[in-house]
C-alpha cells in the first residue's frame, strides 16, 4: 500500500552541515546515513534515490536549492509526486516568511518560526496546511523590536511597546474564528486596490533543416497579483483563437490554484471563478500545441508565426570550413511596424495576437511587440580547435573555446531593424600532416629545456630550395574535395534562438476581461473600483531550435 505521509525532513547548508532534523513519525534512517550516499552519486542528483544499504532501506527524495539542501527519507512506498509537491510548498512558504532568497543563516537565525511552520504545515506526517497566508493567522512572527529586546535580555512582549498599549493577543483557533477560505488571510485591508494579470509563455519549438516546424509548443503560466481589501469574488474571462468552442483544444494539461472553482471552468471554458490569495500567486498554468493537428507535409513556419527563426547553412566556401547563420526576424517585430500598427485587435483566426494593456475594455497597446534579448547559440564539435573571421551584420559575437559555443547577441535597437541578419564563420579543425609540414619556420621548441632551436638551413636563401612542381586545376579541385570532407564533421549540427517579446503571446491567448462580483464580494467598503491591469510576455529560452 503507498503511503501519504512525510517521516522526516532533513536540512543541509551548502557545507553539507546539518543545520534542521525534524522527525514526524516512525524511525528513519539518520541524516547522516542517508547523505553520504546521496553525495556519492554524480552530480546532476536525481530527486529520488533509492538506498538499499541503509537500515531501514529508504527511498529518499531531495531539493537542491542555490545554498539549502532538503532530504525527505521514506522507509515504506511512498507517493513520489506527493512527496516532491510537499518540498516545493515549503520552499515557497519558508521564502514568505523569511525572505528570498532562502539562506542557511535565515534557517538559523529564525528557528522558532520554521519549527512553528513545519509543525503546522505536517501534523504527524500527515499533510495539512501548506498555503502561507492561512500559515500567517496562526504561527507567530516575532517582530524586529522583539528581536533587539531579546538579544539585550529583555523582554520582547512588553505592554509597554505595543501599538495598543496592552498585552499580545492570544493565538485562536482558526477553525473557529480564522477565515473561512484556506488560502486568504482574514480582515486584509489595503488602501489602494489593484488586481493585475501577468501572462508568460515559454516557446519550445524545433525546426527541421528545411524549415519545416516537427514540433512546436508553449508552455504558459498566469501570475495573479491581488491587493485588495475584505474578500473579492473575481471573474477571470479568457479568449483563444477560434472562439469559445476552441478553448478545450488550445488549453492543454491545464493546472489550477485550489481556490479556482473547476465546476465553473467545465461549464464555462475559459471562464475562471476564485477568490484570490492575498498578494502575488499563480493562478493556473497551461500548455497550448501551436501546430495544426494535420499531416506533416502541410505544416509550414509560416502557421507560427514566429517572431525570429534561424537557418544555418554548412560547407561554404572552396574548402567548406565556412557556416553561415541566418537570423529571420518576423517584420511584426520591428520598429517599422510600431507606426503602422493600430489599437484594434487582430482577428481571431491568427495564433500571437495577445497584446499588453495597462486597462482592461481597450483594444490593446498601440505600440507593436519589439524583440528583445536575442542571442544565439551555436554548439560546436568537440574536434573544432578554434573559429576565427566572425563576420555579423549586427551585433557581436565571440567563441568560446572552453564550452564549444559560438553566441551571437544582437542588441534590441539591432533587432528592431526590417532585415535579415548574417553571421559567416570560418573553422579551424585539428592539425594534418600537411598543415604541420607547411606550418614549419625554421624553429624547433624544446619542451624539456623550454627554449627554442634554431636549424641551421633556417636562414639559408629560398633559392636554394628545390622548386615546388605547379599544381594543375583539377588537382587543386580534388585537394579542395578532400578538404571539404575533412570539414565536415566540424560544421554545426544545431542552432537556437533565445529572445524575449513583451506585449505578445505565441498561442494568442487573451484576458477579455476581469470582473468584481459585488454581490458575493465581502468587506470590499463603499465604492471600491480597483486598478487593473494585465501584460503578456513570452519567452524563448533557447528555445526555437533549427537542426542541421
Request: aromatic share 6%.
Amino acid at each position: 500500500m503507498i503511503s501519504s505521509a512525510i517521516e522526516a525532513l532533513y536540512i543541509f547548508n551548502q557545507h553539507n552541515d546539518s543545520i534542521l532534523e525534524h522527525v514526524y513519525r516512525s524511525r528513519p534512517a539518520p541524516a547522516r546515513t542517508v547523505l553520504l550516499p546521496y553525495l556519492a552519486h554524480a552530480a546532476p542528483r536525481p530527486s529520488v534515490i533509492y538506498l538499499p544499504n541503509t537500515n531501514p532501506q529508504t527511498t529518499l527524495f531531495s531539493l537542491v536549492q542555490p545554498n539549502v539542501l532538503f532530504l525527505v527519507p521514506a522507509s515504506s512506498d511512498t507517493e513520489p509526486l506527493f512527496v516532491l509537491e510537499f518540498l516545493h510548498r515549503l520552499v515557497d512558504v519558508l521564502e514568505d516568511f523569511l525572505g528570498a532568497p532562502l539562506l542557511a543563516s535565515k534557517i538559523e537565525g529564525n528557528y522558532d518560526v520554521v519549527a512553528q511552520l513545519l509543525g503546522e504545515m505536517c501534523d504527524a506526517g500527515s499533510v495539512c496546511n501548506t498555503e502561507p497566508n492561512a500559515l500567517r493567522d496562526v504561527v507567530d512572527v516575532p517582530r524586529w523590536v522583539d528581536k533587539l529586546l531579546g538579544g539585550v535580555g529583555l523582554p520582547g512582549s512588553s505592554p509597554a511597546i505595543l501599538p495598543s498599549g496592552g498585552l499580545r493577543p492570544p493565538l485562536t483557533n482558526p477553525a473557529t474564528s480564522g477565515p473561512a477560505i484556506p488560502w486568504r488571510r482574514a480582515n486584509v485591508r489595503y488602501t489602494s486596490n489593484e488586481l493585475y494579470v501577468d501572462i508568460i509563455e515559454t516557446l519550445s519549438v524545433t525546426l527541421a533543416p528545411s524549415g519545416r516546424p516537427l514540433a512546436a509548443f508553449a508552455n504558459g503560466s498566469i501570475a495573479f497579483t491581488s491587493k485588495i481589501s475584505g474578500v473579492p469574488d473575481l471573474l477571470l474571462t479568457l479568449s483563444v483563437p477560434g472562439g469559445k468552442q476552441a478553448v478545450d483544444k488550445v488549453f492543454e494539461l491545464p493546472v489550477f490554484h485550489p481556490c479556482v472553482r473547476l465546476a465553473r471552468w467545465r461549464e464555462n471554458p475559459g471562464e475562471l471563478s476564485f477568490v484570490p490569495p492575498d498578494g502575488k500567486f499563480m493562478l493556473a498554468g497551461y500548455e497550448v500545441n501551436l501546430l495544426p493537428s494535420t499531416s506533416l507535409i502541410s505544416r509550414t513556419i509560416k502557421n507560427l508565426n514566429l517572431p525570429a527563426t534561424i537557418e544555418v547553412l554548412t560547407s561554404l566556401g572552396p574548402t567548406g570550413s565556412d557556416f553561415e547563420v541566418r537570423l529571420l526576424i518576423s517584420s511584426l517585430f520591428t520598429a517599422s511596424s510600431s507606426s503602422s500598427s493600430s489599437s484594434s485587435r487582430p482577428g481571431p483566426a491568427s495564433r500571437g495576437s495577445g497584446k499588453s494593456t495597462p486597462f482592461f475594455g481597450g483594444g490593446g497597446s498601440s505600440a507593436a511587440p519589439l524583440l528583445q534579448d536575442v542571442v544565439i547559440t551555436i554548439p560546436m564539435p568537440e574536434m573544432v580547435r578554434n573559429i576565427t573571421d566572425l563576420r555579423a551584420s549586427r551585433g557581436e559575437a565571440q567563441f568560446t573555446p572552453t564550452d564549444n559555443l559560438v553566441e551571437w547577441r544582437i542588441s534590441t535597437k539591432a533587432a528592431s531593424i526590417a532585415g535579415n541578419a548574417t553571421l559567416r564563420c570560418t573553422v579551424v579543425g585539428p592539425l594534418s600532416e600537411e598543415d604541420e609540414e607547411n606550418m614549419g619556420n625554421g624553429f624547433r621548441f624544446d619542451a624539456a629545456n623550454g627554449e627554442y632551436d634554431e636549424k641551421e638551413d633556417a636562414y639559408q636563401s629560398s633559392t636554394t630550395e628545390p622548386p615546388r612542381p605547379e599544381i594543375t586545376k583539377e588537382q587543386q579541385e580534388q585537394k579542395d574535395a578532400r578538404k571539404v570532407q575533412m570539414n565536415a564533421p566540424l560544421m554545426p549540427s544545431s542552432a537556437s534562438a533565445s529572445f524575449s517579446v513583451k506585449g505578445w503571446l505565441a498561442s494568442g491567448i487573451k484576458v477579455e476581461s476581469l470582473n468584481l462580483d459585488l454581490r458575493k464580494s465581502r468587506g470590499l467598503g463603499e465604492g471600491v473600483k480597483p486598478v487593473k491591469g494585465v501584460k503578456y510576455l513570452t519567452i524563448s529560452k533557447k528555445g526555437v531550435e533549427t537542426r542541421c
